[in-house]
């Protein structure tokens, strides 16, 4: 591959590894969410999304990233997050 083609292939390559990151995050994601329904804890956390986002935002910035950018980001993350959590807590069972 030469020029654009091996670019392509370099982000193709990166984003097979961030879906496969968000995979896993939302693996453990679903164990959090069956403890927390096993332990009456309430699926919203609200301090810990916003520290979530500050640490976030913080680490973007670190590697030359928009603290905004990664803020909305894990705003998506987090609002799929909570989807799925709600979704386990409030199944039958």
Not at 19 to 31: D, G, N, T, Y
Not at 46 to 63: F, N
């Amino acid at each position: 591959m030469s020029g654009l083609e091996g670019f392509r292939a370099e982000i193709d390559a990166v984003d097979s590894q961030i879906v496969e990151a968000l995979a896993k995050r939302f693996e453990i994601c679903q164990r959090v969410a069956n403890f927390k329904k096993q332990h009456g804890i309430a699926m919203m956390q609200p301090e810990r999304v916003e520290a979530v986002k500050q640490r976030r935002r913080e680490l973007g910035m670190q590697y030359g990233l928009d603290g905004d950018f990664m803020v909305a980001l894990y705003s998506l993350i987090i609002q799929e997050t909570c989807r799925m959590e709600d979704e386990i807590i409030e199944a039958q069972g």
